[in-house]
């Protein structure tokens, strides 16, 4: 059972660049959220999809967009990057069903996004 | 305030000992809590759900004191491999709801 996915693993960009990050959710779930980690701080909430739609949003600037696809792998695209968005940037995934165990996130090994 | 706010360690501990993790929140609509850990520049993996007043897997415990608004984790006869980041995790914001994680504690338990 393949767990989540993300690619590239390593991603190094000019200021003012885009760029685009690819995750694909592990087997059976349907909701996927992305995450900034900066080093040395926990993972900051950017934004979750579900049926294709943005559902929840954290404090991230529009520069930040996104997209899940009907197979429900997402990407997120940063634009016009700034050096401070040097990060590794995680994917989770988790089912959207009833229950407890539904919210559970399991995460993807991450994108580690220089910027230069 | 922080949203959720951890002890901010590190904490180094020998082999076999008890260690506690401490862990505030502000949001008391909060509905349920998480602790992961992380190793070093690896991903975020799911140690334990918080869901109720708590719960114990292995030498593990959580517990939540809703009152007070703080959730704790007891390691128990520390191994060389607890050695991570402990992130305190609260969910909020219904179906459509979002993670949000405290900055981490790092534990290093030592032989």
């Known amino acids: 059972d393949a767990g989540v996915t993300q690619s590239p693993t390593h991603l190094i960009k000019t200021r003012g660049q885009q760029v685009t990050l690819r995750c694909s959710p592990k087997s059976g779930h349907d909701t996927v959220s992305w995450y900034q980690q900066a080093l040395g701080q926990g993972p900051q909430f950017i934004f979750q999809y579900y049926e294709e739609e943005e559902r929840q949003r954290g404090n991230f600037p529009d520069r930040f967009s996104g997209h899940q696809f009907p197979n429900y792998s997402s990407e997120l695209n940063v634009n016009a990057l700034l050096l401070g968005d040097s990060a590794l940037y995680l994917c989770a995934s988790s089912p959207l069903k009833p229950g407890q165990r539904s919210y559970e996130q399991y995460f993807g090994p991450g994108t580690r996004l220089t910027v230069t | 305030r922080k949203e959720v706010e951890q002890d901010p360690g590190p904490f180094n501990v020998p082999e076999g000992a008890t260690v506690a993790f401490n862990c505030t929140y502000s949001?008391?609509?909060?509905?349920?809590f998480f602790w992961y850990r992380q190793d070093c520049r690896k991903e975020p993996k799911l140690l334990m759900s918080v869901y109720s007043s708590g719960n114990e897997d292995g030498r593990f415990t959580a517990q939540l004191n809703r009152a007070s608004q703080y959730i704790s984790l007891l390691i128990r006869d520390s191994k060389l491999s607890d050695s991570a980041t402990y992130l305190c995790v609260e969910r909020s914001g219904g179906s459509n709801y979002k993670l949000t994680f405290g900055k981490g504690t790092l534990l290093t338990v030592n032989p």
């Open positions: 949001n008391s609509a909060s509905q349920s």
